[in-house]
């Protein structure tokens, strides 16, 4: 006997209408609207509209004005987008981008957002990739001044971010050197605008065979996330790389802040 896919259960349709309830609402000023209205834009019968409002209305998400005995949505609705961040925005528009960006390049690419004093991967090429080193990357941390996904993120972030990761990065065992070298902040900071990207040329000791270059991905202008191309230093020279990756990595940022323009905001 087979074991039961996800293809095997039926729709919950009782759900999806009151999903539907709560998006029509959503679409009315002030996410309120009459009984009348709901079933003439749903395309449900009253009674059923109704039935499902009053269990809405007994979960918390909606609410019956006492003034003119619309509904509205309430204030729990708010918790539903609480868990979906800026970070998870970016990172659900990235993927085509990302697998439109490895058949150009063929190197594996990284999406990373910042957590703490370093960077998040949230999405990667790494698996897809015949030239990749390392599959699993997605969940991976990298150090933020001495990686080119960080050194991106660094330099485009608001001074006042970046003074507070620099307090926190001094007291990190890998980095707080380089954090407390003013000098190398200021050229790090100035070098990376001036070109545009960062660079990683085998300067983590951890991973001294690898190089990478990274831009910025930016909404309202304001760095939300870095994407990278990261290659194998003997393979291929940083200027080369910079060179052949860098006009479709520019691309590919513009894609995913142009899907993040169109994208509802919370």
């Known amino acids: 006997m087979r074991p039961r896919t996800d293809a095997d259960y039926s729709t919950v349709r009782s759900l999806v209408r009151g999903l539907d309830l709560l998006r029509a609402l959503n679409r009315h000023d002030k996410g309120r609207a009459s009984l009348t209205q709901l079933a003439a834009e749903t395309g449900l019968h009253r009674t059923t509209v109704r039935r499902l409002l009053e269990t809405l209305i007994e979960e918390g998400y909606v609410r019956r004005s006492e003034s003119d005995?619309?509904?509205?949505?309430?204030l729990k609705v708010r918790s539903l987008s609480e868990g979906f961040t800026d970070d998870e925005r970016v990172s659900s528009v990235a993927g085509p981008v990302l697998g439109d960006l490895l058949q150009q390049v063929r190197w594996p690419s990284d999406l990373c957002t910042p957590d703490g004093g370093a960077m998040l991967i949230r999405e990667s090429t790494h698996r897809f990739s015949a030239l990749s080193f390392n599959p699993a990357m997605v969940g991976e941390h990298l150090p933020m001044l001495i990686t080119a996904a960080g050194r991106a993120y660094f330099s485009y972030c608001a001074d006042e971010e970046r003074e507070a990761l620099l307090a926190l990065l001094r007291e990190d065992p890998v980095q707080g050197k380089l954090a407390a070298d003013r000098r190398f902040i200021?050229?790090?900071?100035?070098?990376?605008?001036a070109r545009g990207y960062s660079s990683n040329e085998g300067d983590w000791a951890a991973e001294r065979k690898i190089g990478a270059i990274a831009v910025p991905v930016f909404e309202d202008n304001k760095v939300l996330a870095t994407l990278n191309v990261i290659y194998l230093s003997r393979a291929i020279s940083h200027a080369a790389a910079a060179e052949r990756y860098l006009p479709a990595l520019h691309r590919a940022s513009r894609q995913i802040e142009a899907a993040l323009a169109l994208l509802p905001r919370a």
């Open 69 to 74: 005995d619309r509904y509205v949505l309430a």
């Open 186 to 193: 200021d050229n790090l900071v100035e070098q990376t605008r």
